[in-house]
Nanobody
Framework: QVQLVESGGGLVQPGGSLRLSCAAS????????MGWHRQAPGKERELVAV???????NYAGSVKGRFTISRDNAKNTVYLQMNSLKPEDTAVYYC???????????WGQGTQVTVSS
């Protein structure tokens, strides 16, 4: 019953910044962890960052120090602040949520991030 809607993607030059947002609606009381995956053309989907309900974070090594994940539980929203963007960050970014007592994940529709001169 949870729906996730991403926003904030776009075209940015190398070294630039973007902030992605993912707003959850529906049965949000059951949400546990939230995070972001990304998928570049010809590559498998990979974890970017995850944040637990209590605020504990983990990052892929390729984005650590450049990206910051945060969440506002009251607003049922997770954010991904992306700084010092590189061309290799170009991908479709997907928001996801896990649930207390449930298997599987709920995914958003994805938002395109393109880093290019």
């Amino acid at each position: 019953q949870v729906q996730l809607v991403e926003s904030g993607g776009g075209l940015v030059q190398p070294g630039g910044s973007l902030r992605l947002s993912c707003a959850a609606s529906g049965s949000t009381f059951s949400i546990n962890a939230m995070g972001w995956h990304r998928q570049a053309p010809g590559k498998e989907r990979e974890l970017v960052a995850v944040i637990t309900r209590g605020g504990i974070t983990n990052y892929a090594g390729s984005v650590k120090g450049r990206f910051t994940i945060s969440r506002d539980n009251a607003k049922n929203t997770v954010y991904l602040q992306m700084n010092s963007l590189k061309p290799e960050d170009t991908a479709v970014y997907y928001c996801y949520a896990s649930f207390v007592g449930l298997l599987g994940l709920r995914w958003g529709q994805g938002t395109q991030v393109t880093v290019s001169s």
